[in-house]
Each structure stands twice: as C-alpha cells, then as structure tokens.
T-cell receptor, first 110, second 115 residues
Framework: EDKVVQSPLSLVVHEGDTVTLNCSYEVTNFRSLLWYKQEKKAPTFLFMLTSSGIEKKSGRLSSILDKKELFSILNITATQTGDSAVYLC??????????FGTGTRLKVLA | GAGVSQSPSNKVTEKGKDVELRCDPISGHTALYWYRQSLGQGLEFLIYFQGNSAPDKSGLPSDRFSAERTGGSVSTLTIQRTQQEDSAVYLCASVLAGGFRDTQYFGPGTRLTVL
C-alpha cells in the first residue's frame, strides 16, 4: 500500500531557529513530490520536486528530494512566527492521484 | 471568482441526517478533487473528476458518500445518513488541466460536525 510518512509530528521552536522537516515515501509509479503549507484550512503550494539532488528555494524555505533513498526534506531558516502552520508532504502517483502524509505541525514562538 | 470557494464553511448536523457540501472551482479548471481531513490527519483522497470522463470514486469510504459535478464546473459531495466518524474538514481542489502539470488550488474547506 502506498504511504507517505512525515516526521516529526510536531515541533516547537523559537524565532530565528532553523528547522528541518522530513518526508519519506513508498509509492508506486512516483511522479513528483510536493510540499504544502496549511495555516487554517486550505493548503497552499510551496514546492514540487521531480529530480533527485536539485534544491528548490524560495526565500527562507528550501527543499530537496532523494529518489534513491525515497525521502525529501523541507528546511526553514531564521523561522518567524508566521511560519507556524502544518506542513504537508504529498506524492503524485500514476496520472492524477496524490498521496498525502499526516503533516508536521510547526509552532514558532516569539 | 479568484479562487476555489466552498459552502457552507461550517456544518453541524445530527447523526442520521443527510448533508450536501458544495465546491465552486476556478473558472476554466477541468479537474476537481475532493479530500477529507480528519483531526490530526493528512488529506484522504475521496473522488476525482476530469472533464467529461467518468470520475474516479475509489476513495469514497462507503456507499453513503456520493459526488457529482454538473456542467463540468460546480461539484457537490453528498453524505447520506451521517455518522459521527464522518466529522472532518472536507476540502476540494481544482486544477487547470488533468495530470500533474498544474498545481492544485484548494478551497477553504467545509468543517462538518456530526453530533
């Protein structure tokens, strides 16, 4: 059965800290891996990764995929209280299906 | 509209009642997903619509759940004879075209509480 596992489940840090969120997967017919940020209800798209070893960056956020070891990490540097959210990892499989992990709940304290 | 909208935003119902949840996708988007997110869980795939093709209903948890998409636009998810375990946030997402070329845009969700 396809699965996506995220760790840690939750994390509390102080502003300015750097965090690393993990996502491992066992999915047949892998197409890509995506990261989303969910603050209230609607997840918002952060990154899509398809190739191993190529880092995607957006401001203080960056992500990389290892297709050999079947995992991805999401790094957030110099965290701010506005980064507090649930971060979801999803794997695109087949032609249209996404398999989501349970998410990592990040809380950044001022 | 600018984004995906869903209604109602919150719904409280009694066990055994039927509920209808609505999703208005972004105009011109051909693909639409429904997901369920239970407390502390990730998104669980329910159903996928793509253009005029038959929908993929493989994620619907029981025959009490059904969904339709009229005119290739608005979609409704219907839950009959609701149970307490149906309590969750129901999210829909629309995509410009099928496949993985384009990003999913999520609506704000409907929080369903079954008493």
């Amino acid at each position: 059965e396809d699965k996506v596992v995220q760790s840690p489940l939750s994390l509390v840090v102080h502003e300015g800290d750097t965090v690393t969120l993990n996502c491992s997967y066992e999915v047949t017919n892998f197409r890509s891996l995506l990261w989303y940020k969910q603050e209230k209800k609607a997840p918002t798209f952060l990154f899509m990764l398809t190739s191993s070893g190529i880092e995607k960056k957006s401001g203080r956020l960056s992500s990389i995929l290892d297709k050999k070891e079947l995992f991805s990490i999401l790094n957030i540097t110099a965290t701010q209280t506005g980064d507090s959210a649930v971060y979801l990892c999803a794997v695109a499989s087949g032609t249209y299906k996404y398999i989501f992990g349970t998410g990592t709940r990040l809380k950044v304290l001022a | 509209g600018a984004g995906v909208s869903q209604s109602p935003s919150n719904k409280v119902t009694e066990k055994g009642k039927d509920v209808e949840l609505r999703c208005d996708p972004i105009s011109g988007h051909t693909a639409l997903y429904w997901y369920r997110q239970s407390l502390g869980q990730g998104l669980e795939f329910l159903i996928y619509f793509q253009g005029n093709s038959a929908p993929d209903k493989s994620g619907l948890p029981s025959d009490r759940f059904s969904a339709e998409r009229t005119g290739g636009s608005v979609s409704t998810l219907t839950i009959q004879r609701t149970q307490q375990e149906d309590s969750a946030v129901y999210l829909c997402a629309s995509v410009l075209a099928g496949g993985f070329r384009d990003t999913q845009y999520f609506g704000p969700g409907t929080r369903l509480t079954v008493l």
